[in-house]
C-alpha cells in the first residue's frame, strides 16, 4: 500500500462510518481482505474503517492537500465483511437476512450485528424477520446477546419455539456475559452502566457498541415496573436507590461510569452522587440533554401529548390522538407506541401499555425532581444543539455539580440523541474517557 486515507462519511443512505481511501505501490494490488483483518487486529473497536475503497491515486486540491469531496462513496463490494462463510441452513438464512437489514451485499457467519452498523431500530426490523421465518420468541435481548449470525443460529436451536430472554428486564445486559460483568478490579474493561430515557427502555443505547470498543460491557437499567408492576417509585431519588444497588450487585466497587439521555441523566446524576456519598470513584458522568426543572417550575397534570412527546418527540400531525390534550389513554397511547415510535414494534399490546404506564408514571417524578445531593466529580454534557435550551449546562448544572463541566455539542435535536449519527459522535467521546483503573 502506498498511501491512505481514513475520512467519516455516508457508507450508505443514513448511515455514516469511517472509510479508508487506499492506493496501491507500483504495479501491485491491495489485499482489501487482509487489509482489513490486519486493522481490526491492530487497532480499537471504534477506529477500524466500515469500508475499504481502492484508488488509482488520491485527488488532490490545486494546494496539493487531499480533496475529500471528489472522493467516491463506497460501493456495496467496498463494504464486505471478513469470515467464515455459513455452515447450516439456519446460519445461511441469518447471514442473508443480517445483510438484508443492514443494506450490505453479504455478512458472514461471525459479523457482529451492531459493529456492521445496527442499532435498535434496525435490531428490530431483524427480530421480525427471523420470527416471521421461524417459530421463535427471539428478542432484540437475545440479539444483544448472540450479535452474530452463528451464535443466534445457535440459540435459535437450543430452543425452538421456546421463550427468549426479557427485551424488557430491568438489568438489560447490552454486550456482556450472562454470569456477570467483570469489572475494573479484574483489569478488565469498565462497564457503562446507561440508565433509561423516559420510555424506560434502554434499547437505543446499542448503538454505542460499535464506537467505544468491544471490550467494555454495555449495561442497560431499565424501568422495573416491567417486571414488578407493583414496585413503582415515589421520586427520582428513591429510583436511584434502586438502581444503585443493581449497579453494585454486578460492580461492587468503582471506579463507576454512568451515562442517562434525559429523565435518564436526571437518575444517572443521583446514583453518581450516592456512589460518591459512600466512597465510591465515579469516573465518568454523562449526560445526554438533561437539565434539572428551571427555579420556581410548578408540575401540572400530566397530558396523553406529554406522553407521545416523550416517547416520539412530537404529537403525530396526521393521526387524531384523542387524549393529547386531557389524561393519558394507555390503550390508545399504546397502539399509537407500537406503529409510530423507533425500535418499538417488537413489544406485544401488554408491552406496549406497560411502555405507556411507565412513561406516565416517569413524567409524575420527573416534573417533581429537584436533585437532593449534589455531585463532586466532574459532568460530560452531550448538548442537542438542534433543540436549544434556556440556559447552558454549566448554568443549569452549576447548583448541582461541584467538579468542572464540559459541554460537548451533538449536531441533533433532543428526540435524536440516540439515532445512529448522534450515538457515533458520543460514542467517540465516550471512548475516550472508558478507560482501566489504574494499577
Not at 461471525?110 to 435498535?120: A, K, L, V
Request: hydrophobic content about 40%.
Amino acid at each position: 500500500m502506498a498511501q491512505a486515507a481514513v475520512v467519516i462519511g455516508e457508507i450508505r443512505p443514513g448511515n455514516k462510518g469511517l472509510i479508508a481511501y487506499v492506493t496501491p505501490l507500483d504495479g501491485a494490488r491491495i489485499d482489501i481482505p487482509g487489509l482489513r483483518a490486519h486493522a481490526a487486529a491492530s487497532l480499537p473497536d471504534h477506529m477500524v474503517p466500515a469500508a475499504y475503497v481502492p484508488l488509482a491515486a488520491l485527488p488532490r486540491t490545486t494546494n496539493g492537500k487531499l480533496d475529500r469531496r471528489a472522493l467516491p462513496q463506497p460501493g456495496p463490494d467496498d463494504q464486505s465483511g471478513t469470515g467464515r462463510g455459513p455452515r447450516t441452513p439456519a446460519e445461511e438464512v441469518l447471514c442473508t437476512l443480517f445483510a438484508e437489514v443492514l443494506g450490505l451485499p453479504s455478512a458472514s457467519a461471525d459479523d457482529d450485528f451492531f459493529h456492521r452498523g445496527g442499532h435498535s431500530l434496525l435490531a428490530t426490523r431483524l427480530i421480525s424477520r427471523i420470527r416471521a421465518i421461524w417459530s421463535t420468541h427471539t428478542t432484540i435481548s437475545d440479539l444483544f446477546r448472540h450479535p452474530t449470525p452463528a451464535r443466534l443460529a445457535e440459540h435459535i436451536a437450543d430452543g425452538p419455539g421456546g421463550a427468549g430472554a426479557n427485551p424488557l428486564e430491568a438489568v438489560l445486559r447490552i454486550r456482556g456475559s450472562a454470569r456477570g460483568v467483570p469489572g475494573p478490579a479484574d483489569g478488565a474493561a469498565p462497564p457503562l452502566f446507561c440508565v433509561h430515557p423516559v420510555s424506560g427502555i434502554s434499547w437505543g443505547y446499542a448503538g454505542l457498541l460499535r464506537h467505544i470498543g468491544e471490550d467494555h460491557p454495555v449495561i442497560g437499567l431499565q424501568s422495573r415496573h416491567f417486571t414488578e408492576p407493583q414496585r413503582r417509585p415515589a421520586s427520582i431519588a428513591e429510583m436511584a436507590d434502586d438502581y444503585l444497588a443493581s449497579i453494585r450487585a454486578l460492580q461492587p466497587h468503582g471506579p463507576y461510569h454512568l451515562i442517562g439521555w434525559s429523565f435518564g441523566g436526571m437518575v444517572a446524576h443521583a446514583v453518581a452522587a450516592r456512589l460518591e456519598r459512600l466512597g465510591e470513584e465515579v469516573r465518568l458522568l454523562g449526560l445526554l440533554d438533561a437539565y434539572p426543572l428551571p427555579e420556581g417550575f410548578e408540575p401540572r397534570p400530566i397530558t396523553g401529548g406529554d406522553v407521545l412527546h416523550g416517547l416520539l418527540g412530537e404529537v403525530p400531525a396526521d393521526v387524531s390522538v384523542h387524549c393529547a390534550d386531557g389524561a393519558p389513554d394507555v390503550r390508545e397511547l399504546a397502539r399509537l407506541v407500537r406503529d409510530r415510535a423507533p425500535g418499538f414494534g417488537e413489544l406485544d399490546g401488554p408491552g406496549a401499555a406497560a411502555v405507556v404506564e411507565a412513561t406516565i408514571a416517569n413524567l409524575d417524578i420527573r416534573l417533581r425532581h429537584v436533585p437532593d445531593l449534589s455531585f463532586g466529580g466532574d459532568l460530560l454534557f452531550f448538548n442537542a444543539i438542534g433543540t436549544p435550551a434556556p440556559l447552558t449546562a454549566a448554568e443549569a448544572w452549576a447548583p448541582y455539580v461541584r467538579g468542572r463541566i464540559e459541554e460537548v455539542g451533538i449536531d441533533c435535536r433532543h428526540a435524536e440523541m440516540t439515532d445512529p449519527e448522534p450515538l457515533r459522535a458520543i460514542g467517540e467521546v465516550l471512548a475516550g474517557r472508558l478507560r482501566p483503573a489504574r494499577r
